[in-house]
């Protein structure tokens, strides 16, 4: 089995009960609804997609898809081997890396990387030997271009921890780095993607392309197809995106520490956060992006404080998709005026003084944890009538569920991605 989209049923569950279920260890039940709770369900994956999205020349989503109550698992099989996407999510980010990968190799570089070795002769096979042999020498001198990656280093010294998601230092010296991702953006990629056979193209093209044999205009022009995959993706979405892969992951971090303080949050939070190497260069500037943008909100920092506690890349992945989440209510539905703990997470709280619960969950099933958390918080809001309680769930809801969360005063809305992120719809 593949690993770049695998992650154990322990820690998909440890990051979907922090949701929802760890809203109830710390308070006790209310008395139980009188109802069966329900097992986790088999779908199928023909029932869930168009036919696109589960059979296409370069990937086949297996029929058979397991639930654990909130995140569906899904077996994808590849000429490049069988992964496991743990998620709706990160299986329509699979998806679009496997194309990119398939156009990749329609790329050849073998000779034209050599020609160019060949033409640049000496300087090329000089200056790699010299930056290993004289790395002091070598910088002082470095071609433009280095200048800007390295402008406010300094400011990162004995502040910032490079993630396993990045490029080596070296790599990121040279050059390659910028060439590796201008080429991520070229196919509508993610450069600190930790999908293995996604990176050994990009690094492919990106050595042939550093060495003087490749343009990226010729590699993206030769393939037909790439330019469905690039407008596939939305302006708002795809310009983010090209900013992460053509910044220095060093700039990133300088940036976004200077967003997060001017949103008046706490400095050591902020440092804790972006030196989290679970989140990648990619994720704080997601996550950066999404409290910018609700910069009017009271208590931000909360979504700094729970993203401490993510000790995996796919825990780091559900926490920012919860604040872009939220983001997105605050600004296309109603203004947001502050952020609430619920245990170890967050929940919202708008204009009209509603509590919003915002769940990046798949398929939401009726179990005691659930029945805990909605008791639980409708027990606070008790004898307030005008406060409302919705549950906004980025999938859907079992039927058990809905009648459940509704008999307890709930608004239910499922499959919101359209409402809460028009620009990625």
């Not at 077996?75 to 998806?95: D, M, Q, W, Y």
């Not at 030196?275 to 910069?295: C, G, H, I, K, Y």
Request: charged letters at 20%.
């Amino acid at each position: 089995m593949n690993l770049p989209y695998t992650c154990s049923l322990k820690v998909c569950k440890k990051v979907l009960f922090a949701i929802i279920a760890l809203y109830s260890t710390s308070c006790p039940a209310s008395t139980p609804v009188q109802s069966e709770y329900e097992a986790p369900p088999v779908l199928s994956a023909s029932q869930l997609f168009q036919p696109e999205i589960v059979k296409a020349p370069y990937h086949t989503v297996s029929e058979t898809v397991r639930n654990d109550g909130l995140f569906n698992t899904y077996i994808v099989n590849t000429p490049f081997g069988k992964f496991e996407a743990p998620s709706t999510t990160s299986l329509r980010i699979l998806i679009t890396e496997i194309n990119a990968v398939a156009a990749m190799k329609k790329v050849e570089t073998d000779d034209t990387a050599l020609a160019s070795l060949k033409t640049s002769g000496k300087n090329t096979v000089t200056g790699i030997k010299n930056l290993f042999a004289e790395p002091e020498d070598t910088l002082k001198g470095a071609a433009s271009g280095v200048q800007s990656l390295f402008h406010r280093a300094k400011e990162t010294i004995g502040s910032r921890k490079p993630t396993g998601a990045e490029d080596s230092r070296v790599q990121q010296i040279i050059g390659y780095s910028k060439a590796k991702g201008k080429i991520a953006t070229a196919y509508n990629v993610n450069v600190y993607s930790r999908n293995r056979f996604l990176q050994e193209e990009l690094d492919r093209l990106a050595w042939a392309d550093y060495l003087g044999g490749l343009g990226v205009g010729l590699a993206t022009a030769a393939i037909p197809g790439v330019g469905g995959i690039i407008l596939s993706t939305s302006g708002t979405a795809r310009l983010l995106n090209e900013v992460i892969n053509n910044t220095p992951a060093s700039e990133l971090w300088v940036q976004n520490r200077d967003k997060l303080t001017s949103l008046g949050l706490d400095s050591d939070t902020i440092q804790l956060f972006l030196n989290n190497e679970v989140f990648s260069p990619a994720l704080t500037t997601v996550m950066t992006s999404a409290l910018e943008s609700m910069q009017s909100v009271d208590n931000l920092d909360l979504f700094l404080k729970v993203s401490l506690q993510a000790g995996s890349p796919e825990m780091a992945g559900v926490i920012t998709e919860l604040a872009v989440l939220t983001a997105g209510y605050h600004q296309h539905v109603q203004p947001l005026t502050t952020i609430v703990p619920m245990a170890r997470v967050t929940r919202a709280v708008n204009s009209d003084g509603n509590i919003i619960v915002l769940l990046p969950v798949d398929h939401l099933i009726w179990s005691s944890k659930l029945d805990n958390a909605v008791n639980q918080i409708s027990e606070e809001t008790k004898g307030a009538e005008n406060i409302a309680k919705e549950v906004w769930i980025l999938g859907d809801i079992s039927r058990q569920a809905r009648e459940q969360c509704e008999k307890a005063g709930w608004i239910i809305h499922t499959g919101v991605r359209p409402r809460l992120l028009p620009q990625e719809s």
